[in-house]
């Protein structure tokens, strides 16, 4: 416990003054350093999450044939390698997409299943002309954009996700179509799509 | 007795002024006599010490992993002696303690008991009250069960919305960019670490300070002074006592429920927060859009700053009346908008749907099922953790999804229910009324392969119903293009058959019935198949040929199937007909020669190729459909004992 009356005391006294200036400031310097090491050490530790960046897997998610040319979203989930801290689960779950096509010529459109509102999962029932999300009741046309605009709790359209086809070559020489996305998570509550990586 | 207790006191007080201590403790002065309205403080301390006591022995058991969560909450629910109720006590006086708080604060601000000298008092109190909102958030989700996972999931999400530092703050707390053992290690942390520390540190202080300037005494007039020991102290653990008893009475009626297991690959559509969190949630839906962080952040930051400047603003007498009014207003508004919520959500239990609240029934009508269907997955997911086969290694999801029972409606929904339908058209079971198919485009699939089902396509009337080829757009009835099945069968039956041979007819079609569906080896016909061995064997005669005796046409199944010693005749194949491995094979390619060739109506080929990654279902989906279809998952041999926590 430091002594406040007594240092006052000392100010006729400069020698001392100057001492007890040095003996404040090497306590504070060496207490500071006893016990921030540990908590910085800690803090470091702790914060490692922000320096990890994450990448979109690509991901094949159907065959062409699976997605008729109807304009009907058709809901495909998306497995994809994930890690987790020290486990590495193999071909897992990780999201769900949904592709249409509108007509047998058109390229698949991909959205991913997750609410650009709070990050449910939108749902989609065969024969609505909607997507549903069932947290806040956000709802979306079947061109992904909200079905009541800016009155939607979704501060944005659902995300569309970057396609690709790839032709792969059977042992029988046929050959078929695969449906490939690179699947992003996007930061959910933005009017603007940012990655969250 | 009494000397060397003296002697052990005297030494004590000697050393650390003991006496003085419980003096000051005990004999604090009451103005105005004990009361009943000084409890409330009392018990919110009563409260934490019972959170701190369970917590610590829950902290025993609980283990913070993605595999071992929910299983180590699971053990103690079921299999610790006494688990239930530890776990009990420990949930539900969380939740009393949110009652308490608010009771406590109400009194605070109506008494007006935060002036000076007691500011300090009331902003420990607000930092405590913080706190404990912080330890109910953080303990929602340790238990990793679905419903924990999806509400805490959409919390942060919102938390990441944050200006500034929101999307890093969320990062820190998940522990990366997704959920997982990270999330469930630091909260943990938060919940039985920082958290309580930070909650003894400012309860002491909070304690202190009111010590320091006593009691704030509502009418101290009222009658002689008294001290807290031991007239206060009667009427505070009398108090306490009620509390317990509450908390006790919710535990034994409801129990602390536990959900199935979290999945992150598998949404729960009716997540929602805790109760008391019901208002915020409510609230958020009134900010679209961007606006959203008006709702979340911007408005209740306002509102928690005035709460905190409340002392100085009550200095005035027209301040405190505004204290008194912001009260009312946050207390009713929250009312209000919890039960909004709650009306929300049960709304398609309360009206009928019409056309203007359609949209509003249908949330409704999605959420009520989706808790039911998670109440159901979650009776399941513990029936099979208290089966033999306990919880494997890799945790208690690796169940869930290797159960028939619980994925096979999952994946039939998914991918048979655009045309199939699943329903007893006898006895529709409300549970299963999500499989239904009102207007089905393929034949109903329930209770296939057993004797009444299979009875269905030889009675001329059942065939042509929409559960079996009357379906709408069937090539298979008499003016569609495959139509002789159906001819087959009205013609074994027709107007013209007299009642006698009618009679005989429809006994060897029973036969029969029973001898193809002998074929399935369904688990659940296994007694009665081996009882009626002669009944079979004399349906297989039928079938083989013996039929062409009993019907006028001189038909038989075996004209047009393959069959036992009748072999390479046609399909579809009659031998193993819905057994495991036909059942297999036929979703992977019904066009095969073996199955419906060409007559093939759009039944999809589910794994027609060699090489997986180019089917549309891998076989262990095959696999969990077919043993769902059939019936096989596992049955607890003693229902009752399996759903001992209820």
Not at chain 2, 21 to 44: F, I, K, Q
Not at chain 2, 169 to 175: D, E, H, Q, R, S
Not at chain 2, 562 to 576: A, H, K, R, Y
Request: include cysteine; proline fraction near 6%; charged fraction near 20%.
């Amino acid at each position: 416990m430091a002594n406040p009356p007594q240092l006052q005391d000392s100010s006729s006294s400069p020698p001392e003054n100057r001492r007890s200036f040095i003996t404040v400031f090497a306590a504070i310097i060496t207490g500071a350093g006893a016990t921030l090491t540990p908590l910085l050490a800690g803090l470091v530790a702790f914060f490692t999450p922000l320096l990890r960046k994450s990448k979109s897997p690509q991901v094949r998610v159907a065959l062409l044939s699976q997605v008729p040319g109807d304009g009907i979203p058709r809901y495909f989930p998306v497995v994809a390698d994930r890690e987790d801290a020290w486990n590495r689960y193999p071909q897992q779950r990780v999201g769900a997409v949904y592709l249409l096509r509108s007509g047998e010529a058109a390229d698949p459109i991909a959205y991913t299943a997750k609410c650009p509102h709070a990050g449910c999962q939108i749902g989609y029932q065969s024969g609505d002309n909607l997507f549903k999300c069932p947290c806040h009741t956000s709802s979306f046309n079947l061109d992904g954009s909200r079905s009541r605009g800016d009155e939607e709790v979704s501060p944005r359209d659902m995300d569309r996700l970057p396609v690709e086809l790839r032709n792969v070559e059977l042992d029988g020489g046929e050959s078929v179509t695969e449906v490939w996305v690179e699947y992003i998570d996007f930061q959910t509550g933005h009017k603007e799509q940012h990655r969250t990586a | 007795m009494i000397t060397p207790l003296r002697s052990v006191i005297d030494w004590l007080d000697d050393r650390a002024g003991v006496r003085d201590l419980v003096n000051e403790a005990l004999y604090e002065n009451v103005p105005g006599g004990a009361r009943w309205r000084y409890v409330w403080g009392s018990t919110l301390v009563m409260a934490f010490v019972t959170q701190a006591i369970t917590g610590i022995f829950l902290w025993m058991v609980y283990s913070p992993s993605t595999q071992t969560a929910w299983e180590s909450v699971f053990f103690v629910e079921h299999s610790l002696t006494g688990g239930w109720l530890l776990r009990g006590l420990h949930h539900y006086m969380a939740q009393l303690m949110i009652v308490l708080l608010a009771l406590h604060f109400i009194q605070i601000i109506w008494d007006g008991a935060y002036r000076a000298p007691r500011e300090l008092n009331f902003l420990t109190g607000m930092i405590l009250m913080l706190v404990v909102l912080g330890l109910s958030f953080t303990g929602y989700l340790l238990p990793w069960d679905q419903k924990g996972y999806w509400a805490t999931n959409v919390g942060t999400e919102l938390a990441s919305q944050a200006p500034l530092a929101g999307a890093a703050l969320k990062k820190l707390a998940v522990g990366g960019s997704d959920y997982g053992h990270q999330t469930l290690t630091r909260f943990f942390a938060l919940h039985a670490g920082v958290l309580p520390a930070l909650l003894v540190g400012f309860l002491g202080l909070h304690v202190l300070l009111m010590r320091r300037h006593g009691l704030h005494a509502k009418d101290p007039e009222r009658g002689p002074d008294c001290t807290f020991w031991p007239d206060q102290v009667l009427k505070d653990s009398v108090a306490a006592l009620g509390v317990l008893a509450v908390v006790l009475a919710l535990t034994v009626w409801k129990g602390a429920e536990l959900g199935s297991p979290a999945d992150p690959a598998n949404p729960y559509n009716a997540a929602r927060p805790e109760w008391y969190f019901l208002f915020l949630f409510q609230f958020l839906k009134w900010f679209p859009g961007e606006l959203e962080i008006w709702g979340a952040f911007i408005i209740p930051g306002v509102v928690v700053t005035v709460m905190f400047l409340m002392p100085w603003i009550g200095r005035s007498r027209a301040g405190h009346i505004f204290n008194v009014m912001l009260l009312i207003l946050l207390f009713g508004g929250s009312a209000y908008l919890t039960a909004q919520a709650l009306y929300d959500d049960n709304f398609s239990a309360m009206n009928e749907r019409t056309e203007e609240n359609q949209a509003r029934y249908d949330a409704s009508q999605a959420f009520l099922n989706a808790k039911q269907e998670a109440e159901r997955d979650a009776e399941r997911v513990v029936e099979l953790a208290l089966s033999p086969t306990r919880i494997p290694p890799t945790g208690a999801l690796t169940l869930v999804y290797g159960d028939p029972f619980l994925q096979g409606p999952k994946l039939y929904k998914q991918h048979c229910a655009g045309c199939h339908n699943y329903v007893d058209p006898a006895d529709p079971d409300p549970n299963l009324a999500h499989l239904v198919n009102p207007a089905p485009t393929a034949p109903n699939l329930y209770g296939l392969g057993t004797r009444e089902w299979i009875g269905g396509w030889l009675d001329p009337e059942r065939i042509a119903s929409k559960h079996y080829f009357g379906y709408q757009g069937s090539p298979f009835t008499s003016d569609g293009r495959n139509s002789e099945m159906f001819d087959f069968v009205h013609e074994s039956l027709g107007e013209e058959v007299d009642d006698e041979q009618r009679q005989t007819i429809k006994e060897a079609f029973q036969k029969v019935a029973a001898a193809l569906s002998a074929e399935a080896g369904l688990s659940s016909q296994h007694a009665q198949d081996l009882a009626d061995a002669d009944l079979i064997a004399e349906g297989r005669k039928l079938i083989e040929g013996g039929l062409a005796d009993v019907l006028d046409s001189g038909a038989s199944c075996t004209d047009c199937h393959t069959f036992g010693e009748m072999q390479d005749i046609g399909s579809p194949v009659l031998d193993g007909y819905m057994s495991r491995q036909w059942l297999l094979d036929f979703l992977s390619y019904p066009a095969d020669e073996r199955f419906y060739g060409e007559m093939n109506d759009r039944m999809p080929a589910f794994a027609p190729h060699d090489d997986p990654r180019m089917n549309q279902l891998e076989q262990k989906s095959l696999e969990l459909i077919v043993d769902w279809l059939r019936g096989d998952w596992y049955r607890p041999e003693h229902p009752a004992a399996a759903s001992d926590s209820e």
